[in-house]
């Protein structure tokens, strides 16, 4: 008898002819995320098995669990496939398990085995209720779910399933790129489209003076967060004051944050470019500020062509902040320094711009020049690498 953990692929098995692409990424991802652990890890088209050896498996386990991609977790018994094995098992594994009520859930992925799944079932039960005393079956709601998969080359024996991420493997649907400010729903945003398989790099405006320094390294935890959830991210900063000053000093003030908004697509647009990003990436949801109304998302978007992911846009604030509470961003995302989207707000921004407005005030600025030098002075960062190096700042 061999101790195991299963991996279970739940939404995977939808990809029919695409499904070894999936699960060679999966296997890949966690392969990587398990790098310096003594494992041995095993796949197939049905399974990922991984051989833990003399490691606690609550480590791996707990690691497994920032892995996309997995719909569950098992603590497995791997034993030879005929029914003396199996029964005999079954009673060595539950004989120190303290229960009143069992049930056996029998899976014949073999159908050449010679028992199907009910009569299987019959025999093993028949067996735990002859060697263990006072107990009795309960189909509905047992305390003990004993479950037998019976498989090409072994059978397995496990008793609980440990819900995992789900989603796809990340990086299996290409690169996004995220807008990343301070706030608690753009890391929330990321978090969502890693779960449909889209890896990340990041976009941050920074404006200093009137943004911190504190405000940059808070972006830099954020995406250090998110990382546990990928293998690599890249944080580009985007030099944003003369951009932002332009603004306030042209552009009627009721239009200002439409106008930044614009201005910050422009920019992530040609990065996602420049790095191949398929998509930009954010945090917005309908409605919850002014810039987040649909006429202003119509106004902002209308400056680019690149696809725009709003993966919180139908979530409500609560919603968002119990994401981030589970992801460990949102105290990070509270913590008091300004970013772009907060200095110079006026007091009441439009929330249904024109568009011909917009293209006017922004023909008060010279905005394609100034663009062109925050291109010329972004600020790259890998944040595995800076983080490694910068381990007071966690």
């Known amino acids: 008898m061999q101790k195991l953990l299963m991996i279970k692929y739940g939404e995977l098995f939808t990809k029919k002819d695409n499904r070894n692409l999936f699960i060679n990424k999966l296997y890949n991802n966690i392969k990587s995320k398990l790098n310096e652990y ?36 098992v603590v497995c018994y791997k034993i030879d496939k005929n029914i003396d094995s199996i029964k005999d098992n079954v009673i060595d594994l539950i004989k120190d398990i303290k229960f009143n009520t069992f049930k056996v859930e029998t899976n014949r992925a073999d159908k050449t085995f010679e028992h199907n799944s009910l009569e299987v079932n019959r025999l093993v039960g028949g067996c735990v209720l002859k060697n263990i005393p006072n107990i009795k079956v ?13 498989r090409s080359d072994y059978s397995y024996i496990y008793f609980s399933e440990v819900k995992a991420l789900g989603g796809y493997p990340s990086g299996i649907q290409g690169k996004g790129l995220l807008m990343l400010s301070g706030g608690i729903d753009s890391p929330v945003a990321g978090f969502l489209a890693m ?15 009137h943004t911190s320094l504190e405000a940059k390294n808070k972006v830099i935890k954020l995406a250090n967060e998110l990382l546990k959830y990928g293998s690599n991210i890249n944080l580009y900063v985007v ?64 400056v680019t062509n690149m696809p725009i992911i709003r993966p919180v846009s139908c979530y409500d604030k609560l919603e968002i902040i119990d994401i981030a509470n589970k992801i460990n961003t949102f105290n990070i995302s509270i913590l008091p320094y300004e970013d772009c989207c907060t200095i110079f707000v006026p007091k009441h921004p439009v929330i249904n ?28 960062i890998n944040i595995s690498d800076y983080c490694k190096r910068s381990s007071n700042l966690l």
Do not use: W
């Open 195 to 209: 779960k449909r398989g889209i890896s990340l790099d990041c976009i941050y405006y920074e404006s200093p003076p």
């Open 353 to 380: 711009p024109s568009l011909g407005k917009c293209i006017f005030y922004e023909s008060n600025i010279e905005y394609e020049k100034l663009i062109e030098d925050c291109m010329l002075n972004i600020e790259k």
């Open 239 to 302: 030099p944003f004051t003369k951009i932002q000053e332009a603004i306030y000093k042209n552009i009627d003030n009721t239009y200002m944050i439409t106008i930044m908004r614009r201005m910050m697509y422009r920019i992530a647009e040609k990065l996602a470019n420049k790095i191949k990003a398929k998509v930009i990436i954010n945090g917005e949801s309908i409605g919850q500020v002014a810039s987040q109304t649909l006429s202003s998302m119509y106004a902002i978007n209308n």
């Open 138 to 150: 309960d189909v509905h709601n047992p305390e003990l779910l004993i479950k037998i998969e019976i």
């Open 38 to 73: 003594d494992v041995k890890i095993i796949k197939d088209r049905i399974r990922i098995y991984i051989d833990i050896k003399d490691m606690d498996e609550n480590i791996i386990i707990s690691k497994l669990l920032e892995v996309f991609g997995i719909h569950s977790i």
